[in-house]
């Protein structure tokens, strides 16, 4: 009877790992945060490797060397994935890590290219460097 439990467990564990993989949620290789395939404002891609924010994306292509001409972002204003380099940034929105940077496809008012927002997300010009934030948000 005991091991009748155990391999009726086992055939469970067994059937419920084996469900439909495309629902399953990605991960940003650079921070580890799950991404929520419902949410994607905030989100980046380059081929198939996702990030769930934009600075994410940008210290992940410094580290690995990669090319940024296929850097794709969701447009907040569009509601569509655009070319990273074609976007506008703000610097002061709520993101996934909270480094500030949301693309849109228009331009905004004190919104920045990307070569820009590259820079002050490589130096750490960010909404999380306490400085910079009080900066941009005047407290």
């Given amino acids: 009877m005991k091991s009748f439990k155990f ?3 086992s055939l469970i ?3 419920l790992g084996c469900g439909d993989t495309t629902t399953t949620n990605l991960i940003c290789p650079e921070c580890k945060m799950v991404i ?3 949410q994607k404002e905030n989100t980046s891609y380059i081929k198939k490797v996702y ?3 934009i600075g994410c994306m940008i210290l992940w292509t410094k580290a690995h060397n990669s090319n940024l ?3 794709m972002v969701y447009a907040k204003d569009a509601k569509i994935y655009i070319k990273a380099t074609d976007a506008h940034y703000t610097i002061n929105e709520r993101t996934p890590m ?3 940077f949301t693309a849109y496809q ?3 008012k004190g919104a920045i290219d990307f070569q820009d927002m590259r820079l002050r997300m490589l130096r750490g010009e960010t ?3 306490p400085k910079i934030r009080k900066q941009i948000l005047g407290e």
């Fill in 51 to 53: 990030f769930d924010d």
């Fill in 106 to 108: 228009k331009a905004q």
């Fill in 69 to 71: 001409d296929n850097v």
């Fill in 36 to 38: 929520d395939k419902n």
């Fill in 98 to 100: 909270g480094y500030g």
């Fill in 127 to 129: 909404m999380r460097n």
């Fill in 7 to 9: 391999i009726l467990f």
């Fill in 13 to 15: 564990l067994f059937l």
